[in-house]
Nanobody, 115 residues
Framework: QVQLVESGGGLVQAGGSLRLSCAASGSIISINAMGWYRQAPGKQRELVAHITSDGSTNYADSVKGRFTISRDNAKNTVFLQMNSLKPEDTAVYYC?????????WGQGTQVTVSS
């Protein structure tokens, strides 16, 4: 079994920054890719940022230039640095890990951006 534990969410004013972290633990042989998704009230869950084991990244258009995803493969940890936050970034952010057998999800962390 694999567990993902997120941290770093909270309340911030527009224009501020937050850094999310997600640590994977358990029966891990290797993680192919990790990512961050978000879900706002009344909306579907959407991809925010994704990073492969070799460091290739992709971002949702809405966050390009503001968010940066990175990972520490040795610690099975992924980070999301979020700058210039906007009220529309308000959502529950979920960590995702793609392993050989299946995908795993964290419990989610709330990010609220006030105007």
């Amino acid at each position: 079994q694999v567990q993902l534990v997120e941290s770093g969410g909270g309340l911030v004013q527009a224009g501020g920054s937050l850094r999310l972290s997600c640590a994977a633990s358990g029966s891990i042989i290797s993680i192919n890719a990790m990512g961050w998704y978000r879900q706002a009230p009344g909306k579907q869950r959407e991809l925010v940022a994704h990073i492969t084991s070799d460091g290739s990244t992709n971002y949702a258009d809405s966050v390009k230039g503001r968010f940066t995803i990175s990972r520490d493969n040795a610690k099975n940890t992924v980070f999301l640095q979020m700058n210039s936050l906007k009220p529309e970034d308000t959502a529950v952010y979920y960590c995702n890990a793609e392993l050989l057998d299946r995908d795993y999800w964290g419990q989610g962390t709330q990010v609220t951006v006030s105007s």
